[in-house]
């Protein structure tokens, strides 16, 4: 099967721009998830979406992040401005149950 | 909410040899799983090994295992007949039976030495 899609794999902006990151989950995984990984860290949830409902956005700074999955199936992470500390990896992961949890490849996101 | 802690930011293991990577966990839950995931330079976090936290038995997955002390809450991961593809970050996670999110330790990163 195919994994999950996420691009681009790199950005580099500069602060107080805007940047939009994608995500194709696997086929039929009802479960999104957009993670932060800082460097040296391991990865925050950011939001989790049940179809394209939202299950959980507690952690997602949502003055300057925002996120939505249409249709229940692609998903969009957009960050509106970045600031110099949203320098991260960007993971998007799917799931049906946990034994199904998939994570894409992630989007290097650079903030100068 | 769950913390998981790794407290060993690097390993290093010669090449066949074997290694152990330590983890502890601390949850309120009574049913929970745990993972270890490998995540390489490519970034893609890739799942090493899965323990229901129900079962007494340690997993097992070719040549990694893992020694779960549900009591202790320790989740070790061995790694035996280690390979130059093994080096690479090596994060535990958990997550409850109720929820779906993954609580994740900040990872050891491995070094595997020809």
């Known amino acids: 099967e195919a994994g999950v899609a996420q691009s681009p794999r790199y950005k580099i902006i500069e602060k107080r721009q805007s940047v939009a990151f994608w995500c194709n989950p696997i086929?039929?995984?009802?479960?999104l998830y957009w993670y932060q990984q800082i460097l040296g860290q391991g990865p925050k949830l950011l939001i989790q979406f049940q179809n394209n409902g939202v299950v959980d956005d507690s952690q997602l700074p949502k003055d300057r992040f925002s996120a939505e999955r249409l249709k229940g199936v692609d998903s969009t992470l957009k960050i509106q401005p970045a600031k110099l500390e949203d320098s991260a990896v960007y993971l998007c992961?799917?799931?049906?149950?946990?034994?199904?949890?998939?994570f894409g490849s992630g989007t290097r996101l650079t903030v100068v | 909410a769950q913390t998981v802690t790794q407290s060993q930011p690097e390993m290093s293991v010669q090449e066949a040899e074997t290694v152990t990577l330590s983890c502890t966990y601390d949850?309120?839950?009574?049913?929970?799983?745990l993972f270890w995931y490998k995540q390489p330079p490519s970034r893609q976090m890739i799942l090493v090994i899965r323990q229901e936290a129900y079962k007494q038995q340690n997993a097992t997955e070719n040549r990694f295992s893992v020694n779960f002390q549900k009591a202790a809450k320790s989740f070790s991961l061995k790694i035996s007949d280690s390979q130059l593809g093994d080096a690479a970050m090596y994060f535990c996670?958990?997550?409850?039976?109720?929820?779906?999110?993954?609580?994740f330790g900040t990872g050891t990163s491995l070094t595997v030495i020809p």
């Open positions: 086929s039929g995984h009802a479960t």
């Open positions: 949850t309120s839950e009574s049913d929970y799983y």
């Open positions: 996670a958990s997550v409850s039976n109720t929820g779906n999110q993954f609580y």
């Open positions: 992961a799917s799931s049906t149950y946990r034994v199904g949890y998939t």
